[in-house]
Every structure is written in structure tokens, then in C-alpha cells.
């Protein structure tokens, strides 16, 4: 054998003697670390999510044992007025709500992005909302604001303005609602502004140069490169606007009233399963929730292809 030839063995032999545990293939530790894990996915998402899906082709009354009816459920849900009126309230929501949130957010982000004084007090009281905006708390204070002796109608009293009860006409109930969720912007608005701090402070100098306005440097400069945050803060906010139910459920006292103007799909799919315990359509409801949001968002990313600009 040549001395390379030596060496090379040798080589190898050394490294195989060196090798830790790992290198050797003993992934104990790692599968122990990750058992948790593992059984969490199987036992808290898996196993209810393959059990709502057999029970959405059942008769399930949460009482007696599941009676297997086939796709009777999901040909119910065709022939369903109040799902319906669920699902148009649902969208009319999240189309609504989700571009006006995010505008108040990108708004509130370049104001912030200017470098005031006081920037992380600002920024972290504006985030507040965000973290309490699906709470009962605030559900209930938002029902006190917009009532017939509710702050808004003092307010409107002062001009001479009667103001209606809010939350107890179909005409602003749903409108009310919406308020709320633009309220909490805090959350996208946190990220536009890191977006915002990312994009190189060279384009605008360069565009400056040019002659650019400040409104052309938005809409060429600041725009173009954010898209690729506004597309992720679009994606997270249409998945929690479809999922919203505490607003709802508080403001309405569960009915979704006043004449379904609130009666959001959520809402309306705890009042089958938990009110009217039909939990085999209740099941089907929630799948077909899924099957929206996916399409929602496969919608979202196949658009994205011809207006979100990333920049390498």
C-alpha cells in the first residue's frame, strides 16, 4: 500500500475513533428531547382533529354515541340560511377590517419609523391593544362605549346628536366590530416598523437625488421593498379575522344579533355544537372553516407572485 494510501486510512480510522455519540447515530437524547413534542402533536392536535373530522359524518349529539350519516352534514350546510348569513358576515369582516387594520398600521409605523423621541414607549403602547383586543375585557368595554349611554353618544350628545345604540342596530353592529379590530393594529404595526428599518437608507437618497418627492419615494422606494412584509401581515391577520369569536359572542350575548348583522361563522358553529349540541355538524362547519382558510390563503400566495417584490 502507498504511503497516501496509509495515510488515508488512518485518517479514517481516527475519525471514526473521535466521532461523538451523535456522529455515531445515537439520537436517544434527541428523541427523548422530542418526545414532548411529539406527543403534544399527537394527542392535542392530531388525535381531535381525526376525531372532528370522523364526527363530520356523524349524528353526534354529545349526549349518545355517534351515529354514521355519511356527507349529510355537508349537504345540509347547502341548504343552511343562517350559514349562509354567517358567511357573508364573515367576509364582509375580514374584506373590511383586514385592509383598513393594516392601513392604520403602515400609517402608524412610518409616523413612529420618523425616529421621535420616546419611540419604545410609543411602540409598546400601541402594541397593547393587540394583546388585549380578543379579550373578554375588552369585548365588554367595547359593548359600554358604543351603547345608548355609551361614550360615543355622550360624545355625539355635546354637538347635539342623538346617536343611535350601536350595538343594538343591524345597520352599525357589524360596523362596530370592525372598529374594534383596526383598534388592534399594534401587532402588524410592530412588524411594518422592523420592515421599515430594514430598507436601505441609499435608495432614498439616491431617489431624493432624482428629484423624487416624498410621495414618489413611497410609492417606489417604500412600497416595492416592503411587500413582502405587508404580504406576511396579510396572511396572518385574514387567518385570525376568519377565526375571530370573543367580539362577537360578548357584544351579542352569544346570539349574533341584533338580526344575525353579527352572527360570525365561528360564533354560529359554537351555537350548533354547544347551544344546539348537533356536534357532527358543528364538526363539518369546522372543517369547512379550514377548507376556507387554506383557500384563502393558497389564494393570497399564488396572487402574491404578481405584486410582492423581494429584493436579493
Request: glycine content about 8%; aromatic content about 14%.
Amino acid at each position: 500500500m502507498s504511503a497516501i494510501g496509509e495515510l488515508a486510512t488512518l485518517r479514517r480510522k481516527k475519525g471514526r475513533a473521535t466521532r461523538s455519540p451523535a456522529e455515531k447515530g445515537d439520537g436517544k437524547a434527541a428523541i427523548g428531547f422530542l418526545a414532548p413534542w411529539f406527543v403534544g402533536l399527537v394527542v392535542i392536535v392530531a388525535g381531535p382533529l381525526l376525531a372532528s373530522l370522523y364526527l363530520s359524518f356523524t349524528d353526534y349529539d354529545l349526549l349518545s354515541d355517534p351515529n354514521f350519516i355519511g356527507v349529510d352534514n355537508y349537504l345540509q350546510m347547502l341548504h343552511d340560511p343562517r350559514l349562509a348569513e354567517s358567511l357573508k358576515v364573515t367576509f364582509t369582516y375580514v374584506f373590511v377590517s383586514v385592509p383598513l387594520q393594516l392601513a392604520a398600521a403602515l400609517g402608524l409605523a412610518l409616523l413612529l419609523d420618523r425616529g421621535m423621541r420616546g419611540l419604545a414607549f410609543y411602540r409598546s403602547a400601541f402594541y397593547l391593544p393587540s394583546l388585549l383586543g380578543s379579550s373578554v375585557a375588552i369585548a365588554l368595554l367595547w359593548r359600554q362605549i358604543f351603547g345608548s349611554d355609551g361614550l360615543i353618544n355622550q360624545v355625539l350628545e355635546i354637538f347635539g346628536i342623538n346617536g343611535p345604540t350601536w350595538i343594538a342596530d343591524p345597520d352599525f353592529a357589524l360596523g362596530t366590530l370592525i372598529v374594534l379590530n383596526v383598534w388592534t393594529f399594534g401587532s402588524p404595526m410592530v412588524i411594518f416598523l422592523a420592515g421599515l428599518r430594514q430598507i436601505p437608507q441609499m435608495y432614498y437618497e439616491a431617489a431624493s437625488i432624482d428629484g423624487a418627492s416624498k410621495w414618489k419615494q413611497f410609492r417606489s422606494v417604500t412600497i416595492p421593498l416592503l411587500t413582502p412584509i405587508i404580504f406576511f401581515n396579510v396572511i396572518l391577520q385574514v387567518i385570525n379575522a376568519f377565526q375571530t369569536f370573543t367580539q362577537s359572542y360578548i357584544i351579542s350575548n352569544g346570539t349574533g344579533g341584533p338580526v344575525d348583522s353579527t352572527l360570525f361563522y365561528t360564533l354560529y358553529l359554537y351555537q350548533e355544537g354547544f347551544a344546539h349540541y348537533n356536534m357532527g355538524y358543528a364538526s363539518a362547519m369546522a372543517w369547512l372553516l379550514l377548507l376556507i382558510i387554506a383557500a384563502m390563503t393558497a389564494i393570497n400566495f399564488f396572487a402574491s407572485k404578481y405584486w410582492v417584490f423581494y429584493d436579493d
